[in-house]
Antibody, heavy 124, light 107 residues
Framework: QVQLVQSGAEVKKPGASVRVSCKAS???????IHWVRQAPGQGLEWMGW????????YYEQKFQGRVAMTRDTSITTAYMELSGLRADDTAVYYC??????????????????WGQGTTVTVSS | DIQLTQSPSFVSASVGDRVTLTCRAS??????LAWYQQKPGKAPRLLIY???TLQSGVPSRFSGTGSGAEFTLTISSLQPEDSATYYC??????????FGQGTKLEI
């Protein structure tokens, strides 16, 4: 079964760091893993991606300097660490697999498998 | 960064209606566009990619059109389970993969 399973909810104080894990199973752990967050009552916000192949990353500029996306291929798990937490980082954090369909190249990219989401609450 | 603007922000329709949602990009993105459906408390679900390709398992009442900077998602005959928020996302390579702000569809 193709799935991404994320770690459980976290409560953090302002200024702390949080690390969310995303365990992949049922597929080859090679395509990009993206991270997307959603603040309460708000829309989806794309954060960046990590490449399981070589560990390469690409971050939304807003998060640069505060986010680190990594992976451990031996256990097919991706991680997202966010530091310097603020109240407005309170959100559900999702990981998602990038999908590629060669039949509609070069446009066939999308996020087709999503984790269940991890709630991160930042509160003093 | 490429900005995506969805319209309308909210739409109310009835079972059996045809509804069209729009997504406009701040610059041309060819067909690097996907549509997602999200229900409360759930992760998004991929509906359409490459602007018009239906994801496997998605009902054929969903369709996507467009290229360049203007795109549409049409639901041809609304069902009660289509009540959700719909997001577009641009996946123009090696740029931030921004989402639109969403359209909430109430049945």
């Amino acid at each position: 079964q193709v799935q991404l399973v994320q770690s459980g909810a976290e409560v953090k104080k302002p200024g702390a760091s949080v690390r969310v894990s995303c365990k992949a199973s049922g597929f080859r752990f090679s395509g990009f893993i993206h991270w997307v967050r959603q603040a309460p009552g708000q829309g989806l916000e794309w954060m960046g991606w990590v490449s399981p192949n070589n560990g390469g990353t690409y971050y939304e500029q807003k998060f640069q300097g505060r986010v680190a996306m990594t992976r451990d291929t031996s256990i097919t798990t991706a991680y997202m660490e966010l530091s310097g937490l603020r109240a407005d980082d309170t959100a559900v954090y999702y990981c998602a697999r990038e999908f590629w369909d060669a039949a509609v190249a070069p446009y066939g990219y999308a996020l087709d498998v999503w984790g269940q989401g991890t709630t991160v609450t930042v509160s003093s | 960064d490429i900005q995506l603007t969805q319209s309308p922000s909210f739409v109310s329709a009835s079972v059996g209606d045809r509804v069209t949602l729009t997504c406009r990009a701040s610059q041309a993105i060819n067909s690097y566009l996907a549509w997602y459906q999200q229900k409360p408390g759930k992760a998004p679900r991929l509906l359409i990619y490459a602007a018009s390709t239906l994801q496997s398992g998605v009902p054929s009442r969903f369709s996507g059109t467009g290229s360049g900077a203007e795109f549409t998602l049409t639901i041809s005959s609304l069902q009660p389970e289509d009540s959700a928020t719909y997001y577009c996302q641009q996946l123009y390579r090696y740029l931030p993969y921004t989402f639109g702000q969403g359209t909430k569809l109430e049945i």
